[in-house]
């Protein structure tokens, strides 16, 4: 069986609360406004994610609730894991490697620019920058995430909230 990856970029945080940690900044109104958004068109493709691992910051929890709440997910059902908190790829590696194969179509909220190095490094694809809310599906040919790696993946589908702008 084939592997599917969605990589998916936390929407626009707020900077406005200067006192916040990094880790508690809230979604800004752009974010609250995107994260559906994304959310509904995520609903019209396919393969759907089986299961949404996200990293435990505030402006990704957030994403991850408001996406996984056009595909059916309740907040119970998205999954907390600390090593997405980074903003390199290997920690988004080593969570997506330790997914069970019984999973085969796998959701990851995080941040850049770990987002972004991770779909590159598995794609072999230069993708600049995935924008906030900026989501890549990439379609591996292994039977088990523990092989995944280097031009291993293909990019099926690369959206963001821009690509949808009403002006």
Known sequence: MMKHLYLIRHAKSSW?????SDFARPLNKRGKRDAPLMGKRLSSVSPKPEIIITSPAKRA????????????????????????????????????TK?????NVLAVVGHNYGITECAEWLSGENLDNIPTCGIVLLKFSVSSWSLIGPGTARVLLFDFPKLHAVS
């Open 16 to 20: 406005s609360d200067p006192k916040l």
């Open 61 to 96: 929890r957030r994403t991850a609730r408001l996406i996984g709440g056009k595909l059916g997910f309740s907040k119970k059902d998205i999954i907390l894991d600390d090593q997405l908190y980074t903003f390199a790829r290997e920690g988004l590696l080593d969570a997506i």
């Open 99 to 103: 997914t069970p194969d019984a999973i």
